[in-house]
C-alpha cells in the first residue's frame, strides 16, 4: 500500500506521481480523473470519491496554463457533474437509508 502526502478522508490511498515516477502533473491529473470516472461507471462510489478527491486537490495546484491542458471533458466532470453528486450539499456517505 502506498501512502500519499494529500489527505483525503479516506484511509486507502493511490501511488501518485511522487511514487510512480511520473513527472508530468497534467499528465497524473488526467490519469486520476479517468480512474476516478471508471470507478463512478462501475458504480464504485467510495473509490471514486477517492479518487476525486486526489484528482481535485492536485488539479486545484496545477497553473492556468496546465488547467488548459487537461482535457475539457475531464475538467467538466471533475468541477461540475462529479460536485453534484459528491459536493458539500449532498448526504455524506454512510448515513444508511431511512426507516419506514
Known sequence: M???????PYPLYPPLMSERG????????????????????????????????????LYESLSREQKEKVH???RVWLRFRSEKYFGPGRTPPGTGRRQK
Open 22 to 57: 511520473s513527472v508530468d502533473p497534467v499528465k497524473e491529473t488526467c490519469r486520476l480523473i479517468r480512474l476516478a470516472r471508471s470507478y463512478w461507471d462501475a458504480h464504485r462510489n467510495l473509490a471514486c470519491r477517492t479518487h476525486r478527491a486526489i484528482a481535485l486537490k
Open 2 to 8: 502506498f501512502i500519499s502526502k494529500i489527505e483525503t
Open 72 to 74: 475539457l471533458a475531464l
